[in-house]
């Protein structure tokens, strides 16, 4: 499309909330909806909480006339940077939430914003502004089955969320509840009250585990969720809850934690509840600053310390915290997305521009190549989606410099070309990561530099699985090698795979690349390629000491290569 076609897909935000105004320009084509991609994003740092309160006060005053305009000021710089972008004027809302909302002169305020900019600005009930942090969430993840929370300046929400194959999201009837008891909120109740174990403060904390009892008990989660097999999951969105989260990425056992977004982060219940670790980590004046961390957020982690230790005392048993970048601008649009895009793959999703024509035919071609052992217990290594998401970035660093393919690669999930995806898990980016890397030759092939990466994000991958992920990138070498295009004209190779046991007793893995011609010499790069694989099984090649012997054969013929 030429870019005015394509500005006809454009649609601008403006998100006003309690902390600060975000402004975004979001590209809704069909056919990357999915993962929201950002065309133009911006923030003034204006707190209309702030505003309204003196460090000693705790009524509200009117919004003051210097901050309405500089909120006017910062609308009027985004309508010009809307019509640079070309941005329908029907495709731009303004959203305001809690501090607008409870703004004694609210109605004056939003009056001076449609004069001076001719944007109405939508007020959201506190329900609606649960359920579009709840649509948020959703679109964070693939899939999202748990608790929700929602932390802003003023206030937070609460709900649950079942997210389902056909693109559905399903919550909590009315949306959310709505406590007062966002990170600036807190603050001013918890300073005034005295230290912790104090009577004030004591009674203060009493009264937000009671209000978040009664929440949870409101919303009626269902019984599917509280009794999954793998536990109940808790995710988190909300300025105060990236705080927390990039606190504990800082303070993660893999150092330096080597992907630098807070959606997609995981970590466990009681890694999450670790409130003197997280306070202790900001405290400390011999940490570096810590990445992602205002001194505002810094400043605030004594009041999300309080909400997680409520937290710990009225939510059920959690098992996993997830962490979620989607807020009003991902949520709004998510909200209004048809379902058929809802349910659409985001890995898959991020990764189908680069796609060569014969996606199906090579995913096919991988899948062959992967079987479990009859002593594994896990039946299905690979989603299909990875799967497909894998094969369609396959060739994307082919025509890099040697020097540089393995290594972009590596980081294409983090710095490269998928690192602004929206709705990838950490796990994921380091699946299709180390994937990726392999299929350029992998730990070898990479520069002194990033071999150190490589091991963080080993770190990050499913038991089990980096043993694999070296095997099934290398057999994408080769397959890469016999289809250089990502076209398949005619069948040039069959891949079969088997199990056998050694004299030892040690399950070994069987392959045979079956070539539809009969070959009398390889060129050196599928020779390479063919070695590699033939390599994964030696010992000094397992990742952390596992993996399986391989016994490769090539139309039948055991196969040496040439050393």
Known sequence: MADREKAQCYHGLVDMGSNGIRFSITDLSPQS????????????????????????????????????????????????????????????????TEATRKAVNSEDFRRQIEEKTGWKAQLLPKEVEGRVGAYGVASSYGEVRGLV????????????????????????????VSLPYGAAAVIKRIEP??????????????????????????????????????????????????????????????????????????????????????????????????????????????AVAFLVDCLAQALPSITNVY??????????????????????????????????????????????????????????????????????????????????????????????????????????????????????????????????FYQRMIQLLPDGLAWWCMYLGRVASVVASVYPAGVVREERLKVKVGWTMTGKGIEKLCIDFAFAQAIDELDERLDNALRKVEKAGKKKHWVGGTGYKVMLTVNGKDYRGSD
């Open 193 to 302: 009250a005295g230290p912790p174990g104090s009577h004030g403060f004591s009674t203060v904390e009493k009264e937000v585990v009671n209000d978040l009892k009664a929440a949870v008990k409101q919303i009626g989660v269902p019984k599917e969720l509280l009794h999954r097999e793998e536990g109940l999951s808790l995710y988190l969105s909300g300025g105060g809850f990236r705080g927390w989260g990039f606190v504990l990425m800082s303070e993660h056992s893999i150092q330096p934690y080597p992907i630098p977004i807070i959606n997609g982060f995981r970590v466990t219940r009681d890694v999450f509840h670790d409130t003197h670790a997280v306070q202790a980590a900001v405290k400390n004046e011999d940490t570096p600053d810590i990445f992602r961390v205002s001194q505002r957020r810094a400043s605030q982690v004594p």
């Open 33 to 96: 909806a999915r993962i929201l991609p950002t065309v133009y994003l911006s923030r003034a740092a204006i707190s209309l909480y702030d505003a309204q309160y003196t460090p000693s006060s705790t009524t509200p005053s009117p919004i003051p006339a210097s901050t309405i305009v500089k909120v006017l000021n910062s609308l009027l710089r985004f309508k010009s940077t809307c019509r640079d972008f070309g941005v329908p004027d029907h495709q731009i809302r303004v959203v305001a």
């Open 323 to 452: 962490f979620c970048q989607g807020g009003v601008r991902e949520g709004m649009h998510f909200a209004e997305m048809d379902a058929g895009h809802r349910r659409e793959d985001p890995l898959v999703v991020a990764t189908k521009p680069y796609a060569r024509e014969s996606v199906r035919e090579l995913v096919d071609l991988l899948k062959t190549a992967v079987e479990p052992p009859p002593s594994a217990h896990r039946r299905m290594l690979f989603h299909a989606a990875l799967v497909t998401a894998f094969v369609q970035a396959l060739y994307v660093h082919a025509a890099f410099p040697k020097d540089l393919c393995a290594g972009a690669a590596l980081r294409s999930t983090t710095t490269g070309f998928f690192a602004a995806a929206h709705g990838i898990s950490h796990e994921q980016r380091a699946l299709l990561a180390i994937l990726l890397c392999e299929r350029y030759g992998g730990f070898d092939s990479i520069s002194p530099t990033e071999q150190d």
């Open 149 to 176: 929370m929602d932390l802003g300046g003023g206030s937070t929400q609460i709900t649950w969320v079942m997210t389902g194959d056909d693109g559905e999201v399903k919550m909590y009837e009315g949306g959310s």
